[in-house]
């Protein structure tokens, strides 16, 4: 499967749409921060898909992920979910950045530093 094929697959497209109407608030706050090119002119999407996953942020020109942890995540089952997750996109070649819900709320500049020292150019 080509990698243009492998984004945004059709049958995701409705819950992509779903999730996007109904973002957490921590992703509400940090789209106010991303969406626009407003971080370092770096465009970023929100709820895109790779392969069968939907990720929070994206940025294609970084090849960079990110994504925001709630309680939901605290548990072991979760946790494996995620390492499986995050293995198939590191070996898509992605790099996926995991920030708590909390952070985003409490820590923004910092936040945002992270993410930019992630860009490679």
Not at 46 to 64: M, P, T, W
Not at 73 to 79: E, F, I, Q, R
Request: include cysteine; charged fraction near 25%; hydrophobic fraction near 35%.
């Amino acid at each position: 499967m080509s990698k243009q094929h492998i984004h945004n697959k059709i049958q995701l497209k409705s819950r992509r749409q779903e999730l996007r109407k109904n973002l957490t608030p921590a992703e509400a706050f940090l789209w106010t921060h991303l969406k626009s090119r407003q971080l370092k002119w770096k465009r970023f999407t929100k709820q895109h898909s790779i392969g069968n996953y939907i990720v929070d942020f994206y940025c294609a020109s970084e090849r960079l992920i990110i994504e925001l942890d709630g309680e939901v995540h605290n548990n072991p089952k979760a946790v494996s979910y995620d390492e499986i997750r995050t293995g198939y996109l590191n070996e898509l070649g992605y790099q996926v950045l995991r920030f708590e819900n909390k952070m985003v709320f409490n820590q923004l500049p910092s936040v945002l530093q992270d993410i930019i020292r992630h860009f490679k150019n």
